[in-house]
């Protein structure tokens, strides 16, 4: 049974910001807090290939990406590239630690990795940057198709 539309579009807006302040702290973190040499130092000591490179490329997915999602744009692609520096983190850093975080674990970017995608399959809801740019196109197609 799938909620009526209002429930379903209050409950992605929640798991958009709350996911999304997750993402911005982390990219914060990463550009800001550590700061680029620091997350680079510690890519390259995972073994991260180009390791300044991908500290730039997740520290900007992360904040700009947080970012989005919390106002609700582009999150086809925003919820791909989340994904994907989740993927990197799991394959670099936790993967051979097992599940649970306390032990260096991936559960938490699995957590985060799998609610992007989840979140890139459903889009942003009415609440959203997407809705307001795309939102009558997106229902006239739902209309053709029904």
């Known amino acids: 049974m799938t909620p009526p539309n209002p429930v379903r579009d209050v409950v992605i807006l929640l798991a958009r910001v709350g996911i999304g302040i997750v993402f911005f702290?982390?990219?914060?973190?990463?550009?800001?807090?550590?700061?680029?040499?620091?997350?680079?130092?510690?890519?390259?000591?995972?073994?991260?290939?180009?390791?300044?490179?991908?500290?730039?490329?997740?520290?900007?997915?992360?904040?700009?990406?947080?970012?989005?999602?919390?106002?609700?744009?582009?999150?086809?692609?925003?919820?791909?590239?989340?994904?994907?520096?989740?993927?990197?983190?799991?394959?670099?850093?936790?993967?051979?630690?097992?599940?649970?975080?306390?032990?260096?674990?991936y559960e938490y970017v699995l957590t985060l990795g799998a609610a992007s995608l989840l979140l890139a399959a459903v889009g942003a809801s009415r609440f959203s940057v997407d809705h307001l740019l795309f939102g009558r196109r997106t229902r006239a197609a739902d209309t053709t198709r029904a």
Do not use: C, R, Y
Not at 45 to 50: K, S, T
Not at 54 to 70: D, H, N, Q, R
Not at 82 to 98: D, E, I, P, R, S
């Open 25 to 105: 702290a982390h990219g914060w973190q990463k550009l800001v807090t550590n700061g680029i040499d620091g997350t680079a130092a510690f890519f390259d000591q995972a073994g991260v290939p180009l390791p300044t490179l991908s500290a730039w490329f997740a520290a900007l997915v992360e904040l700009i990406g947080g970012a989005a999602l919390i106002v609700g744009a582009g999150l086809p692609v925003v919820g791909l590239l989340l994904a994907v520096t989740m993927a990197g983190a799991f394959l670099f850093v936790h993967a051979g630690k097992g599940l649970f975080i306390d032990q260096g674990g």
